[in-house]
């Protein structure tokens, strides 16, 4: 972690926090509809990413959230592929 060049204490970045959760909640709030589009889809796992960089090396607490984070990222992902997968067979039926 980064340490303010006058003072020397490590900086907190709850700010930076603060400002991904936020974007996490706009974005569930403006994208998380049915059939919303894959673009829709990144955006929402855009701002869960985002969260994790601001996290960068975080504590036993933050650590937790990071997972559990990552764990609905996963979950996006696997959501889109099975889109896709499912479009595709659309595709190739008569």
Known sequence: MANCT?????????????LASSFISF?????????NSKWDKMKKM????????????SNEIQKVEKV???NKLLFFVDGCTNEARHQDEELDSP
Do not use: V, W
């Open 6 to 18: 006058n003072c020397k204490q490590p900086f907190q970045n709850q700010l930076s926090i603060d």
């Open 68 to 70: 559990r984070i990552i």
């Open 27 to 35: 974005t569930e709030e403006a994208y998380d509809h049915a059939g």
């Open 46 to 57: 855009i701002a869960h990413q985002l969260k994790i960089c601001a996290m960068g090396n």
